[in-house]
């Protein structure tokens, strides 16, 4: 099999608009989560881009009016990963697209109610970079940004495509917050992944994007070594209470790195800070010996930023192992978990060389992807 | 390195008929509501599976043709456990979204319900799969502007080539307003029919 590689990348968030930005806000324990009081019903705290400073930046590639907030994000991503990459798009350039709901504030605004169909999204960006292929979209709830990730390197070990741009995001709408809040999944704070006080999620926006080859110079360069998704088969709105397809995926995962447990420096873990969501995971890591492996969930900084979550989060695990520093994971205090988890409760410098990052959704779906620094 | 892959089964629904492996098996009135005919063939099949009822269409229209496909399959426990499922449409979950979004599209009289928002995501069919036939295999759900066999085929390769999965469930389950659409097949190194992405996409054309 190939060696896959994950290159350039570029983060939006309202940490930042670019990877840079955001993981130096990271460093300094900023978050992006405030109280908005117009985004629902009554205030509620969110992680938002400023819709001015988004066309501000965006107005410099194109015209702000035509494309919806998603839309802009995504192309802003995509332009400076596009940029930053060592290939340019060919016919063998695949274009993967990652998003739990896409344009669905389209249903009610301004834009066209079509705009919601997915494979307008696609078109859409398609178009604004001259791609030559069919644009991949992937749907899978909350893992889709970083299965993402794990569709790019199958397709490029098997020669289907030559490298991939790979674009994730969602926005935070007020379809989605009515839906979490009918679950009473919304935390009345800041969310707090993995602690014993912590009362459910916090939504974010958020885009990403990666540049996605089997051919690198770079020094220091990000292998992706393994990957799984496996399915709980369980129950579709409430995590396996055995944490059975996470642990499956990181298995999957393991055996095709062929490493051990003990050599993970470091857990991106999914954290959204519900009760059973967090509990869950608790099991799932220490099902696979993980529970000694520093770990965070980012969600503290950025919310839950849905389909987006997996890859930024993964371009944030990336930083880690080039700094060599473990981020503190935002909202943790006491720990809430049945089992014991090595939270990252200070940041600190650590020689890290391998990380997995982990997700999980509705649906019952899980992904998990390692990935390994390699001198060359 | 690529392998040569066969077709285990494949199942079509749409305008209310269901055909097995290119034969008619199930023909009804083209009148009736997709929600009544999908009633009318879980009784026919004596399916006796409540969580049925609280489905969305997208979610009864995945259910019920994977049922007849792994009924027709007659596999191993052991190998269903392990099944990749790769599904796809275009309209992703959006009929059952543009409920939600009825619920609270009036402040005066806003009801959203975790019963329709679960199914607000169109992968919630792999799920309801998975939780009927206790599959624990690799995942996936891809949207396109039609059936794209060539993508199907990619990853369904890509899954048992990297030694994901042995056996691929594929297809095409699409819910938009009063229309609907589904076409699912099995596919491994062993089967009764030849496979290739134009075996499929005639296969697709012409049931």
Known sequence: ?376 | MKKQLKIIAYCRIKNNAISLNGKSIITKDKDLSFSDFAKQIYKEKQLAYPKFFKMDNLCKLAFLTSEFLFEAAKLDSEIIKNTGIVLSNKASSLDTDRKHQDTINDKDNYFPSPAVFVYTLANIMIGEISIRHQIKGENAFFVSEKFNETLIEHYASSLIINRKSSHILCGWVDVDNNNYDAFMYLVAEEGSYNYSKEIIKNIYTQN
Do not use: W
């Open chain 1, 1 to 376: 099999m190939k060696d896959v590689f994950i290159t350039a990348n570029t983060i939006i968030s309202p940490l930042g608009f670019d990877s840079e930005a955001n993981v130096s806000a990271i460093a300094n324990e900023q978050s992006g989560i405030t109280l908005h009081n117009n985004i629902s019903t009554s205030p509620c705290y969110a992680s938002i881009i400023d819709h001015k400073k988004l066309d501000d930046a965006f107005s410099k590639i194109g015209d702000s009016k035509i494309y919806t907030k998603l839309e802009k994000m995504m192309i802003l991503s995509l332009q400076d990963t596009i940029s930053q990459a060592a290939f340019s798009i060919s016919d063998k350039t695949a274009l993967i697209i990652a998003t739990t709901k896409g344009n669905i504030d389209a249903l009610n605004n301004n834009f066209e109610p079509e705009r919601a169909y997915l494979p307008a999204l696609g078109n859409k960006i398609k178009e604004f970079f001259g791609f030559k292929t069919e644009p991949i979209i992937i749907s899978n709830a909350c893992v889709s940004g970083i299965l993402a990730i794990a569709v790019a390197k199958r397709f490029l070990q098997n020669d289907y495509y030559d490298n991939a741009f790979v674009v994730g995001g969602d926005i935070v709408s007020e379809f989605t917050l009515s839906g979490f809040q009918s679950f009473q999944a919304i935390s009345k704070n800041p969310c707090q992944p993995f602690s014993k006080h912590r009362t459910g999620i916090s939504i974010g926006d958020a885009a990403a994007s990666v540049a996605i080859t089997t051919n690198t110079s770079e020094s220091e360069a990000i292998q992706i070594i393994g990957d799984g998704s496996c399915n709980d088969a369980n129950h579709i709105s409430g995590p396996s209470r055995t944490g059975e397809g996470l642990y499956l995926s990181i298995i999957s995962a393991l055996k095709e790195a062929n490493i051990k447990p003990e050599s993970i420096d470091y857990i991106s873990a999914h954290g959204t800070a519900t009760a059973f969501n967090d509990e869950m995971e608790a099991i799932a890591f220490n099902r696979a010996k993980l529970e000694k492996t520093p770990l965070n969930s980012l969600k503290g900084y950025y919310g839950h930023t849905l389909g987006a979550s997996g890859l930024l989060e993964a371009i944030v695990g990336i930083h880690s192992l080039k700094n060599n520093m473990l981020y503190k994971s935002l909202g943790m205090d006491e720990l809430g978990v049945t089992m014991p988890l090595n939270i990252i409760e200070n940041t600190t410098k650590k020689e890290l060389k391998t990380f997995i990052k982990t997700a999980s959704g509705f649906g019952g779906c899980n992904t998990a992807v390692i990935f390994k620094k390699v001198e060359q």
